[in-house]
C-alpha cells in the first residue's frame, strides 16, 4: 500500500522496519481538549470508512496491577468482564486519564498498541481478523495509520477475542 501523506510517526517507522505495509491518512483533528467517546466514530464517519474497521486503543489495569491493551471498533464498548477474561484477570478499570502518557507514551485521541513504551499484552476485538485491512491511530491526533490485521498482531504478538458490550436487539 502507498502512503496517501507523509506522516512518519514512530508507529510508522516500526511498521516500515518490520517490513508491514501500511498506508497513512491524515485527517482534521476536531477542535478543543475534549475527545469524546463519539470522537473515533466521527472520525471514521467523516472520511467515509467503515467505523467496524476503525480501532480505538484502551488502557487497563488488572487485578494483579498488570497493563493490559485493548482494540475495539471505534463504535463498540468495551466489556470489562470480557476483557479480563481474554486476559486471564479476576478483573480489569481503565487507566485513569492522567496515567495514559506515563504508562504508554501517548496522549488520549492518539494512542496506539504500536510503540509503546513498553509491550503489554493487547488484545484485539475478534472482528479486526475478518477484514482486509484495518485503522488505527499512528500515534498521532490527526493521523491514521491502515494495516492487515494478522501482521500486526503477529507484529504485537497479539491476541483476539470478544470484547465488546452486546448490542441489545431492537
Do not use: W
Not at 27 to 39: C, K, L
Not at 79 to 99: C, H, I, N, T, W
Amino acid at each position: 500500500m502507498a502512503k496517501q501523506k507523509e506522516e512518519k510517526t514512530n508507529v510508522v517507522r516500526i511498521l516500515e522496519q518490520r517490513k508491514i505495509p501500511c498506508t497513512v491518512h491524515a485527517y482534521d483533528a476536531m477542535e478543543g481538549p475534549d475527545h469524546t467517546r463519539e470522537y473515533g466514530l466521527h472520525v471514521a464517519l467523516e472520511r467515509g470508512e467503515d467505523p467496524g474497521r476503525v480501532f480505538k486503543t484502551l488502557v487497563s489495569r488488572g487485578a494483579s496491577g498488570g497493563i493490559y491493551v485493548f482494540d475495539i471498533p471505534v463504535a463498540e464498548t468495551l466489556d470489562l468482564k470480557k476483557a479480563a477474561r481474554a486476559v486471564g484477570e479476576k478483573s480489569v478499570e481503565m487507566l485513569p486519564l492522567a496515567q495514559i502518557n506515563a504508562v504508554t507514551g501517548y496522549v488520549r485521541g492518539g494512542c496506539s498498541p504500536v510503540g509503546m513504551k513498553k509491550r503489554y499484552p493487547t488484545v484485539f476485538h475478534e472482528t479486526a481478523l475478518g477484514y482486509e485491512t484495518i485503522f488505527l491511530s499512528a500515534g498521532k491526533i490527526g493521523v491514521q495509520v491502515e494495516v492487515e490485521p494478522h501482521a500486526l498482531l503477529a507484529l504485537l504478538e497479539a491476541g483476539s477475542a470478544d470484547l465488546v458490550v452486546e448490542q441489545a436487539e431492537p
